[in-house]
């Protein structure tokens, strides 16, 4: 099993922020293309965000505004800072390495980990 730190997900109230990070192994870290989705409950896997070697950032409509993402390469570690957070941003939050196309929509997300869980309230 290849160590993963994963921090940072947790409950909050509608309107609220929570900041996610992932740290990689050097076997695991691709700082060429990494990003984050999500998974909730009877919904289908949504990519939120995806971060380019060269730093593009893309994101989904769903956090357009709301979300960013990040990284330090020289740590391995992966972020994502949540703002404004809506009832329907509750989901399993995973890291992920980007294979094939660099983007939101076309690109396969690879996990690092067991995903870590937000849950927002009204």
């Known amino acids: 099993q290849v160590p993963l730190v994963e921090s940072g997900g947790g409950s909050v109230q509608t309107g609220g922020s929570l900041s996610l990070s992932c740290t990689a192994s050097?076997?695991?870290?691709?700082?060429?293309?990494v990003g984050w989705y999500r998974q909730a409950p009877g919904k289908e896997r949504e990519a939120v965000a995806v971060?380019?070697?060269?730093?593009?950032?893309l994101y989904a409509d769903s956090v357009k505004d709301r979300f960013t993402v990040s990284k330090d390469d020289s740590k391995n570690t992966l972020f994502l800072q949540m703002n404004s957070l809506k009832v329907e941003d509750t989901a399993m939050y995973y890291c992920?390495?980007?294979?094939?196309?660099?983007?939101?929509?076309?690109?396969?997300?690879?996990?690092w980990g067991q995903g870590t869980q937000v849950t927002v309230s009204s």
């Open positions: 971060l380019t070697g060269v730093g593009r950032k």
């Open positions: 992920a390495t980007v294979t094939g196309a660099c983007t939101t929509t076309h690109g396969q997300f690879r996990p």
């Open positions: 050097d076997s695991t870290y691709n700082s060429f293309c």
